[in-house]
């Protein structure tokens, strides 16, 4: 199983990027999916999550400026992020939880990364 990320890069503030996630194996399902970021000096922390069911969650720094969504069929993941700030400047990893593999087991995956830079 592995997850790729795409679409990081360098933005001024106040522009848009959109991150892509998919993962791929031999995947039967997965219950949830979403974003985590780490800057520097920082801890990783939570930026978006999506159920399997669609129930989405958001840090609160990111609410009404980011938006996730998920595709259960592609198994990809998807965050948008408007309006940003330099503050949102760090690596953005991709996280899966509860993946369960066509041989019925389950492990949590995370992505290698992709920088997100904030800065005029």
């Known amino acids: 199983v592995q997850l790729v990320e795409s679409g990081g890069g360098l933005v001024q503030p106040g522009g848009s990027l959109r991150l892509s996630c998919a993962a791929s194996?031999?995947?039967?399902?997965?219950?949830?999916m979403g974003w985590y970021r780490q800057a520097p000096g920082k801890q990783r922390e939570l930026v978006a999550v999506?159920?399997?069911?669609?129930?989405?969650n958001y840090a609160d720094s990111v609410k009404g400026r980011f938006t996730i969504s998920r595709d259960n069929a592609k198994n990809t993941v998807v965050l948008q992020m408007n309006s940003l700030k330099p503050e949102d400047t760090a690596v953005y990893y991709c996280?899966?939880?509860?993946?369960?593999?066509?041989?019925?087991?389950?492990?949590?995956?995370w992505g290698q990364g992709t920088q997100v830079t904030v800065s005029s």
């Open positions: 194996g031999s995947i039967f399902s997965i219950n949830a």
């Open positions: 999506a159920g399997y069911g669609g129930k989405t």
């Open positions: 996280n899966a939880v509860g993946l369960v593999t066509t041989d019925f087991l389950t492990n949590d995956y």
